[in-house]
């Protein structure tokens, strides 16, 4: 049973942290890019993370989210605090994805084709 949980607990770190992985790529990659071209406005930024996100798949990101809730949710464990602490910190950073991922739904879909 411990070696179940043990499992989840791993495979939820790993979908809970993966939509991070392209920004520290983008940002690895594109930093000697911004300091050349003087591109350190919002604008270079949003754009950059627009391309990653896109690339990367929204639906790919949201989904691995849930179930990286899922799983980490079935690996707590009372004799693992440690591992307790990051899967709540995991979760809260899913949930923060999940928040964000449906905000920019609101706004893409319901806010933006009212302004004129």
Do not use: D
């Not at 990101?61 to 980490?72: G, K, P, Q, R």
Request: charged share 15%; with cysteine; hydrophobic share 55%.
């Amino acid at each position: 049973m411990e070696e179940r949980k043990r499992k989840r607990f791993l495979w939820g770190m790993l979908l809970a942290w993966m939509p991070a992985v392209p920004l520290i790529f983008y940002y690895l990659i594109n930093l000697k890019g911004f300091s050349e071209q003087k591109a350190t406005g919002l604008g270079a930024v949003a754009g950059g993370l627009a391309e990653v996100y896109l690339t990367f798949g929204l639906g790919l990101t949201l989904a691995s989210e849930v179930v990286a809730i899922v799983l980490l949710l079935g690996a707590f464990s009372r004799g693992h605090s440690v591992r307790a602490l990051f899967s709540v910190l995991s979760i809260c950073l899913s949930g923060l994805v999940i928040f964000l991922f449906g905000l920019f739904l609101y706004l893409f879909f319901v806010r933006l084709p009212h302004t004129s």
